[in-house]
T-cell receptor
Framework: SQTIHQWPATLVQPVGSPLSLECTVE??????LYWYRQAAGRGLQLLFY??????ISSEVPQNLSASRPQDRQFILSSKKLLLSDSGFYLC???????????FGSGTRLTVV | AQKVTQAQTEISVVEKEDVTLDCVYE???????LFWYKQPPSGELVFLIR??????QNEISGRYSWNFQKSTSSFNFTITASQVVDSAVYFC????????????FGDGTTLTVKP
């Protein structure tokens, strides 16, 4: 069966520190991968998506970057966190447009 | 461009009441897909249902039902005899084939079911 793992679950980081969030998918090949951010009490904002290894598309200019070093691995990074980077980060995968997304459990990031 | 509007920001009901969550979408694509997701307090979004643009049949799954009407570009979600466990944020989403599989989400409706 297909599963998605996302870690860590919670993270408290000081301003200016680096960030690395990881997401891995099991049980499927060549999935489309997505990083979303949800600010407190708000909707979902698409940050990055990837349709293949090394292929990253950014939706909004920001302090973050993404990489896909392996088919089923998607990493969200930052060199220096800002207070505004706080939020709930969700990784998702899909193999077909019509199927919708399967989401990871999310990472609550607080930048202090 | 695609757009999804969930006009109801918050809804509060008492247990056993029926409640309908509204979703209105916009797209110029003739083939598209609609979804509902549930986000309980734990945070993880859970897929509930999908519908494609060629299938206007309404669907019922237990206490949940969905009403898809292309004429009004709406895909509404009704919970019958609501329960406290239904308390969550509910998101409606839209995808089209021409958009790299990206889904456009509404801002969500926070449903609180009080005992």
């Amino acid at each position: 069966s297909q599963t998605i793992h996302q870690w860590p679950a919670t993270l408290v980081q000081p301003v200016g520190s680096p960030l690395s969030l990881e997401c891995t998918v099991e049980g499927t090949s060549n999935p489309n991968l997505y990083w979303y951010r949800q600010a407190a009490g708000r909707g979902l904002q698409l940050l990055f998506y990837s349709v293949g290894i090394g292929q990253i598309s950014s939706e909004v200019p920001q302090n973050l970057s993404a990489s896909r070093p392996q088919d089923r691995q998607f990493i969200l990074s930052s060199k220096k966190l800002l207070l505004s980077d706080s939020g709930f980060y969700l990784c998702a995968w899909s193999v077909r447009v019509s199927y919708g997304y399967t989401f990871g459990s999310g990472t609550r990031l607080t930048v202090v | 461009a695609q757009k999804v509007t969930q006009a109801q920001t918050e809804i509060s009901v008492v247990e056993k009441e029926d409640v309908t969550l509204d979703c209105v979408y916009e797209t110029r694509d003739t083939t598209y897909y609609l979804f509902w997701y549930k986000q309980p307090p734990s945070g993880e979004l859970v897929f509930l249902i999908r519908r494609n643009s060629f299938d206007e049949q309404n669907e019922i799954s237990g206490r949940y039902s969905w009403n898809f009407q292309k004429s009004t570009s709406s895909f509404n979600f009704t919970i019958t005899a609501s329960q406290v466990v239904d308390s969550a944020v509910y998101f409606c989403a839209l995808s089209v084939d021409t958009n790299a599989g990206k889904s456009t989400f509404g801002d969500g409706t926070t449903l609180t079911v009080k005992p």
